[in-house]
């Protein structure tokens, strides 16, 4: 068994960090100030060509392993967690889709957009009505005369703002229950289609969380990505390969809270000595490194499975499941750690703990990952 990282990984691995903590890092409390979206930020990781990561090169992407995709998500989510939700979902979200589903003419017009960072990458699945049972998707798409006519809603999509086109599910045929439920590329300048940004958040603030509202919103039927009825099937393909993203993101947030606490700890002095002498707050560091080393664990041998082409439902769940609730946990003891200053705004924590609550929710809930597990493992 071999856990050792290979050099190009661990190249990218030394770039992107130094990328974070130089260009990512000094701005993060600001723009979580200001709502600000790291767009210039989404523009050198183009530079970098580290938006198109993991796709092939033929569509302008790096070629590079899911891995790879876990360590820059990581890194990112560690200096700014708006960053990394909002690269995280640009691939897994908005790239994987079209590279899983689309065909060669799709990806040569939408995929290779992704790569170039041209637009950042969305998907349109939860409804109002439809968030953990996806499979209740009101969103309607009617074919007339060659032509989808789309109507309907979509609630809390990431990076819909700064999408020029998207992939979303709608109801191709209200007889055939989930097996009637299509995803259609739509560009987001159609008309009849609005995105409206006004959502007020716990955290991740300077990440873009929109609605959506289509009304009659007309696409050509080679819109269709993949086959028709095939959109229920894609997206929990899709979803298990944003578990990964999300399992990174939640080992980055929860490694930032650890080095705040480990630094605060050694600096802090108590009764004559340093925070780290004493034994409780020994404990909780020593709990808060232990469980990082297994999330990270559990998010590479995900990745490493999708890699090889193997089945990792099961371990992305379980890895997203581990890691989020460890970031919370990490993120809570880190605020604990610092006593009344890490009430406070300028330390930072508190900051980690609001970004780290929405990771036990997006991608699948704790409750429905541990039905996802459950379910893979009594097969």
């Known amino acids: 068994m071999h856990f050792d990282l290979t050099s190009e990984q661990k190249m990218l691995q030394k770039m992107i960090r130094e990328f974070a903590d130089e260009v990512v890092a000094p701005g993060a409390e600001q723009r979580d100030k200001e709502k600000r979206f790291p767009i210039e930020i989404m523009k050198q990781l183009g530079e970098l060509e580290l938006m198109g990561l993991p796709f092939p090169e033929e569509f302008g ?3 590079a392993d899911t891995i790879s995709f876990a360590i820059v998500t ?4 560690r200096a700014c967690a708006s960053t990394g939700i909002t690269y995280s979902a640009h691939i897994s979200l908005g790239g ?3 590279h899983l589903f689309g065909t060669k003419q799709q990806k040569e017009a939408y995929l290779t957009k992704i790569c170039s960072g041209e637009s950042i990458g969305a998907f349109g699945l939860t409804e109002p009505q439809a968030g953990s049972d996806a499979g209740g998707t009101k ?8 032509q989808y006519v789309i109507n309907g809603s979509k609630c809390f999509i990431t990076n819909a703002s700064y999408a020029t086109f998207l992939a979303l599910t709608a109801v191709t045929d209200k007889t055939k229950g989930t097996k009637g439920i299509t995803a259609l590329l ?6 009849g289609f609005k995105v409206v940004d006004r959502y007020e958040k716990l955290g991740l603030h300077a990440s873009n969380t929109t609605e959506l509202v289509l009304e009659d919103v007309v696409v050509p039927q080679e819109a269709i990505l993949g086959k028709e009825g095939e959109g229920f099937k894609q997206f929990l393909i899709t979803l298990d390969g ?6 990174a993101m939640s080992v980055g947030i929860a490694q930032a809270a650890f080095n705040r606490a480990l630094q605060y700890a050694k600096e802090r002095k108590a009764f004559g000595s340093s925070l780290s002498h004493f034994q409780m707050i020994q404990q909780k560091l020593a709990d ?5 080393e297994l999330a990270r664990t559990l998010v590479y041998k995900a990745a490493w499975l999708k890699d090889q082409g193997r089945k990792f439902t099961q371990e992305a769940a379980m890895a997203k499941l581990y890691a989020s609730e460890i970031a919370m946990s990490a993120t809570h003891q880190a605020i604990q750690i610092h006593g009344g200053y890490g009430y406070m705004k300028d330390y930072q924590v508190e900051r980690y703990f609001r970004d780290a609550r929405l990771l036990e929710i997006g991608e699948g809930t704790s409750e429905i990952l541990r039905m996802v597990i459950a379910r893979e493992i009594s097969k």
Do not use: C
């Open 186 to 191: 739509v560009p987001t300048d159609a008309p």
């Open 288 to 292: 808060m490194a232990t469980q990082i």
């Open 61 to 63: 992407g790096a070629g």
């Open 242 to 247: 944003g578990r990964i993203g999300i399992g």
């Open 96 to 98: 994987a889709p079209l």
């Open 139 to 146: 969103t309607q798409a009617v074919l007339q005369n060659g």
């Open 74 to 77: 990581e890194e990112l989510s």
